[in-house]
Nanobody, 123 residues
Framework: QLQASGGGLVQPGGSLRLSCAAS????????MGWFRQAPGKEREFVAA????????VYADSVKGRAAISKDNDKSTVYLQMNSLKPEDTAVYYC??????????????????WGQGTLVTVSS
């Protein structure tokens, strides 16, 4: 089970750190990712990280502004978002998969999703 948190209202240029706490599984073995869905749009990939915290990868839209990290001791994955823009407004979802490849290339096969946390970037 995945529980996302940390969303909220932030002004353009501001920062947020999203968290996703996992329970009920062997978190350290899973690759993790973040996706987002803006109103009226399809869910899109944001970032992914391998089971051991390596190989972070980002969507072009957030590259240079986002940082994904994984703390296996706390069973939590984080997404630090900086220099937020109004177009970052979306519900952000965390996801877990048995392989990094599923998160990055085959998200339709992701079996575990968090409930989503809303990020609103507005002045």
């Amino acid at each position: 089970q995945l529980q996302a948190s940390g969303g909220g209202l932030v002004q353009p240029g501001g920062s947020l750190r999203l968290s996703c706490a996992a329970s009920g599984g062997t978190f350290s073995r899973y690759a993790m990712g973040w996706f987002r869905q803006a109103p009226g749009k399809e869910r899109e990939f944001v970032a992914a990280i391998n089971w051991n915290g390596g190989m972070p990868v980002y969507a072009d839209s957030v590259k240079g502004r986002a940082a994904i990290s994984k703390d296996n001791d706390k069973s939590t994955v984080y997404l630090q978002m900086n220099s937020l823009k109004p177009e970052d407004t979306a519900v952000y979802y965390c996801a877990a998969a048995s392989t990094y490849n599923i998160i990055v290339r085959r998200p339709a096969h992701i079996g575990s999703w968090g409930q989503g946390t809303l990020v609103t970037v507005s002045s």
